[in-house]
């Protein structure tokens, strides 16, 4: 391949010093692998003349369908470099993930990177770089993936959450005991369905639940809903639900977190070409974590 493409800059160029100019090497370096593919060829390409090249009869038929061929590549090479490079930047996340922890904090991001359009797209399967249309993912698990570079934001902490009119309705009447609570309605998210009985197993409470009637949904941020509503006590993950714990609307009565092996992780592409929009988000992502103390957390 090496010697093709000197030979399709000589004969786009007709100047071996242009050529030597073009490809970053000397003029002898140029006309030695013209002698090379000549040799292979057995055909005589170029004629050496006192003021330079010209093309041989076989030389310019050859050039005809070489120099086509070179451009085709450089122009496919060209649209997938700008596909990768410009254009929105494409992360792909959880509903429950995008609703109520990236989006609340992308304005920060877009003030610093005005001009880095973020699309995102949500679902659940495990992303696969191949067949899905992103740049990015932050999906769940324990970090190992194939074929991905991946880097832990925070880690899964989970306990019940109710509203505090929920938790004055139906606390004991008497002593300080909170497992009454468990005797009335669990809300549940229909993908996150073991967390009450991890929960319960961690506590060691799950006698307190056995009978209690259980409410499901189809996400954490439906489940959550219905928490905030007053139908009943969900699994909150305490790090999606920082705006509603810290103004008091959620309350965690057991104040009894369980913190789980698996975590949230940035996850990119093990080859890829790394662009400043891709760059700048993945910084941005990490500083932002690390300042709001995820990772102590985790």
């Not at 495990?126 to 991946?150: K, N, T």
């Not at 197993?201 to 949904?217: I, K, L, P, Y």
């Not at 910084?283 to 709001?292: S, Y």
Request: with cysteine; glycine share 6%.
């Amino acid at each position: 391949m090496n010697p093709l493409r000197v030979f399709e800059v000589v004969a786009r160029t007709q100047n071996l010093t242009l050529a030597a100019q073009e490809l970053h090497v000397s003029q002898s370096a140029v006309s030695r692998q013209i002698a090379v593919l000549e040799t292979y060829l057995g055909v005589e390409l170029f004629r050496r003349e006192r003021h330079g090249v010209t093309l041989t009869r076989a030389g310019q038929s050859y050039a005809e369908e070489v120099v086509p061929a070179f451009d085709a590549v450089a122009t496919a090479t060209a649209r997938l470099l700008r596909s990768t490079s410009q254009g929105a930047l494409r992360v792909r996340t959880y509903t429950t993930f995008a609703a109520k922890w990236l989006i609340p904090r992308l304005p920060d991001f877009q003030a610093q990177f005005p001009s880095i359009e973020v699309r995102i797209d949500n679902a659940i399967p495990d992303v696969d770089f191949d067949r899905d249309p992103a740049d990015l993912a932050i999906q769940f698990g324990d970090g190992r993936w194939p074929r991905v570079h991946s880097d832990m934001l925070f880690g899964d902490e989970i306990e019940p959450v109710c509203t505090p009119a929920y938790l004055q309705s139906h606390k004991a009447s008497r002593g300080k005991s909170l497992q009454p609570l468990l005797k009335h309605r669990l809300l549940v998210s229909h993908y996150r369905r073991a967390d009450w009985d991890d929960w319960l197993a961690f506590a060691q409470m799950g006698d307190a639940a056995q009978d209690t009637e259980r409410m499901s949904f189809g996400s954490s941020v439906m489940t959550w809903q219905a928490a905030l509503d007053g139908l009943g006590i969900a699994i909150g993950q305490t790090s999606m639900l920082k705006s509603e714990l810290e103004s008091g609307r959620l309350i965690r009565p057991f104040d009894l977190p369980y913190r789980r092996d698996k975590a949230y992780y940035l996850v990119r592409p093990l080859v890829q070409r790394e662009s400043r929009k891709i760059v700048a988000f993945r910084d941005w992502l990490l500083e932002t974590v690390a300042k709001e103390g995820g990772k102590s957390e985790a």
